[in-house]
Each structure stands twice: as structure tokens, then as C-alpha cells.
């Protein structure tokens, strides 16, 4: 199975509603980042959150880190219908130079 | 800014077909990652190299190669394709280390008929 997995798999929600979307992980880490996709496109950096840091904030995304469940989560506040996009955890492995993607979880946000 | 381009957004070709991707940083980057993405499967790396002329398999190197020549350019290389190559075609590109950000080319979508 996948090192990172996504949960859920779509969420749908309204303008001005915050999203939450769920990783989990299954062996150590020293980081975990964050990537959106649009629809067709290739996938951009969000956020990066080191193993020693509980929580980071970048705008309106905000990423928390529990290594002790191996799990984190991203949440959008104040959703715009533009955030509509797939979002993936990474998680590196294989020395560190790679990085094992979830499934992503496809958040459509309606006006 | 980095950019990351690749040869082709869209590309149709026929079964047996050799076929060439190709993927262009422009930050330096050391290592450069194919990845083919599929519905419900997520991200799978195909080949990563972490240097020219060096490479290493990922999860699915089966019926590809691939060829890093400059530091910049990073080919994709299908000797024979089937159909179960039709895919989205994901190139990166980012620093060595245990930390980095990769940075994703626009990706090529392949329809192998």
C-alpha cells in the first residue's frame, strides 16, 4: 500500500467552508509536504512540515504533524471555489531523495 | 523561478511505437523524477536520476528506459508501447538532499492505441 494515503477521497463543500484533508504514513520521517493539483496539470508545492514541528501555517493552509500516530492534516480555511484541486501528501523515502505520493484527496469547493 | 517543461501536453500514438519524452529544468536541479499518474493510483515513479548519465529504477520501470545525457534534460524512453501505457506523464526536477521540493513540468497525457 502506499506510504502516504489520503483520506478521504473527495470532499465536496461550499465558498467560505473549511476543508480538511487527512494523511497517513506508515514508516518515519523527517518531513512531510503537501502538493495541489489542477485538474490536467502537474502537481505544485503547498507546504513542507519537519518531523520536530507540530503545526505550520502558510496563508490560509494550515498543516499539523503527529508523529506519534504518524498522521497529518491540511486545512484550507475560507475555501475558494480556485482551491478546487487534488491534493497529495509526500513522504520520502529510498534515502530521502525520493518521495512516495499518496492517492490525494479531490476537493471540489462550489460557489 | 523554476521551470520544468516537457515535450508534449498531449501525444497519440500506436501500439509498437517507440516513444520519446522529454522533460528540460532550469534551476540546476541534480535529480530529475519520472512519474506516471493513473485514476485511483495515485503518483508511481517510473525512473529517478540523480546525476548525469545515472539513473535508478522506481516502482514501475517495466517496458521503459530512460536517458540523462545533460544535467538539464531527462528523457522517458517507451521501446515498444502497449495500451497500458496510456497515462499521464509527470516529469520533476529538485535539488539533492533529504528535503527538497519538487517541481513538476505540466505533464504530457499519452493515448497509445
Known amino acids: 500500500s502506499q506510504q502516504g494515503e489520503e483520506d478521504p477521497q473527495a470532499l465536496s463543500i461550499q465558498e467560505g467552508e473549511n476543508a480538511t484533508m487527512n494523511c497517513s504514513y506508515k514508516?518515519?520521517?523527517?518531513?512531510l509536504q503537501w502538493y495541489r493539483q489542477n485538474s490536467g496539470r502537474g502537481l505544485v508545492h503547498l507546504i513542507l512540515?519537519?518531523?520536530?514541528?507540530r503545526e505550520k501555517h502558510s496563508g490560509r493552509l494550515r498543516v499539523t504533524l503527529d508523529t506519534s500516530k504518524k498522521s497529518s492534516s491540511l486545512l484550507i480555511t475560507a475555501s475558494r471555489a480556485a482551491d478546487t484541486a487534488s491534493y497529495f501528501c509526500?513522504?520520502?523515502?529510498?534515502?530521502?531523495?525520493?518521495?512516495?505520493f499518496g492517492t490525494g484527496t479531490q476537493l471540489k469547493v462550489e460557489l | 523561478d523554476v521551470k520544468v517543461t516537457q515535450s508534449s501536453r498531449y501525444l497519440v500514438k500506436r501500439t509498437g511505437e517507440k516513444v520519446f519524452l522529454e522533460c528540460v529544468q532550469d534551476?540546476?536541479?541534480?535529480?530529475m523524477f519520472w512519474y506516471r499518474q493513473d485514476p485511483g493510483l495515485g503518483l508511481r515513479l517510473i525512473y529517478f536520476?540523480?546525476?548525469?548519465?545515472?539513473?535508478e529504477k522506481g516502482d514501475i520501470p517495466e517496458g521503459y528506459s530512460v536517458s540523462r545525457e545533460k544535467k538539464e534534460r531527462f528523457s522517458l524512453i517507451l521501446e515498444s508501447a502497449s495500451t497500458n501505457q496510456t497515462s499521464m506523464y509527470l516529469c520533476?526536477?529538485?535539488?539533492?538532499?533529504?528535503?527538497?521540493?519538487?517541481?513538476f513540468g505540466p505533464g504530457t497525457r499519452l493515448l497509445v492505441l
Open positions: 520533476a526536477s529538485s535539488k539533492a538532499g533529504g528535503r527538497e521540493t519538487q517541481y
Open positions: 514508516t518515519s520521517i523527517n518531513n
Open positions: 512540515i519537519r518531523s520536530n514541528e
Open positions: 509526500a513522504t520520502p523515502t529510498g534515502g530521502g531523495n525520493k518521495l512516495t
Open positions: 534551476m540546476d536541479h541534480e535529480n
Open positions: 536520476s540523480y546525476d548525469v548519465k545515472m539513473k
